[in-house]
């Protein structure tokens, strides 16, 4: 379990591999951005461990 998670735009690339990991639907992209929706989220941290490029973390 993680903390809140955040995402580091500048680092994103938005390949989306952290929507299609996350089973509860939180993470979805608008535009050129990734929005994650804490109210759905579990804070499993699957979206942290498959991003290649470190963009999300927990804060």
Do not use: F, Q
């Amino acid at each position: 379990m993680v903390d809140e998670l955040k995402v580091d735009m500048e680092e994103c690339g938005v390949c989306e591999d952290c929507i299609d990991v996350c089973l509860e639907e939180a993470i979805e992209r608008k535009a050129y951005t990734i929005i994650i929706d804490e109210s759905k989220c579990n804070n499993c941290g699957e979206c942290v461990d498959v991003c290649p490029v470190g963009a999300l973390y927990e804060d």
